[in-house]
C-alpha cells in the first residue's frame, strides 16, 4: 500500500482538498484509494497532536485540551480507527490530510506518527504545498482582516525548517508550489469555488 501524506500549509487550498476527498469518496473507492472518514470529518488533524506536542495550535487545542498524556492517548485511538479502516478496505493507496503537521518541530516529535504509518507501509510520501512569499503574505493578510477587521502581521512562512523537520523520519517529500488555478483544474473545481 502506498501513504499519501498531505501536510497542507496555510493558504494553500486544504480545506477544499479535504472537502473534494470526503465528497468523492464513492470515485475514490473505484480507484483502490482510501481517504478515511473519521468523527465525520474531512480532515485528519488528530495525526498532528504528537508532532505539536504541548504547542496546539487552537483548533487542537479548543478539540482535546492542553494535557500532552491524553492528547497521545486520543492519538492512538484515532489512529486505531484509521488502521481498522485499512485492514477492512486493503486499499491500494491511503491518503491522509492535515493542515497542522505542516509546521516546524523536533524529530522526535514525528516519530510516534511516523512508527504508525510504516506499521502499514514503508511507501510514505509526504505532500506539502507552499505559496509564493509575495502570495502567501496577501493571502495571509486579507485572510486576518476578513477574520478580525484588524490589520497585524501575519505568521511568516518556513518552508525550509517545515521541510527540514520531516526529512529525518525517512519518507519521500514532494513539494510543490501552490497555485489556485492549478489546484482548482486538478480537483474539477469551479474558479468561485472557495480555497
Not at 474531512?42 to 492542553?66: E, F, I, S
Not at 503574505?137 to 501575519?154: D, E, F, I, R
Request: with cysteine.
Amino acid at each position: 500500500m502506498r501513504i499519501f501524506l498531505h501536510i497542507g500549509t496555510g493558504r494553500t487550498g486544504t480545506q477544499a482538498l479535504q472537502d473534494y476527498l470526503k465528497r468523492n469518496g464513492a470515485g475514490l473507492d473505484q480507484a483502490d484509494v482510501l481517504y478515511p472518514i473519521l468523527e465525520r470529518r474531512n480532515h485528519h488533524n488528530a495525526l498532528a497532536l504528537p508532532v505539536c506536542g504541548p504547542n496546539l495550535p487552537r483548533y487542537l487545542l479548543n478539540r482535546y485540551g492542553g494535557d500532552v498524556a491524553a492528547n497521545m492517548a486520543a492519538f492512538e485511538t484515532f489512529f486505531d480507527e484509521i488502521e481498522a479502516q485499512v485492514r477492512a478496505r486493503n486499499p491500494a493507496t491511503l491518503v491522509l490530510s492535515s493542515e497542522f503537521l505542516g509546521r516546524e518541530f523536533p524529530a522526535e516529535r514525528g516519530e510516534r506518527l511516523f512508527a504508525r504509518l510504516r506499521a502499514l507501509s514503508d511507501d510514505i510520501t509526504v505532500l506539502v504545498y507552499f505559496r509564493s512569499p509575495a502570495d502567501y503574505y496577501l493571502s495571509a493578510t486579507l485572510q486576518t482582516l476578513k477574520a478580525s477587521g484588524n490589520l497585524k502581521h501575519p505568521n511568516k512562512q518556513i518552508a525550509r525548517r517545515i521541510i527540514q523537520s520531516w526529512e529525518p523520519l525517512g519518507a519521500r517529500m514532494v513539494i510543490r508550489e501552490y497555485n489556485r488555478a492549478t489546484l482548482l483544474r486538478e480537483l474539477e473545481l469551479e474558479p468561485s469555488d472557495t480555497l
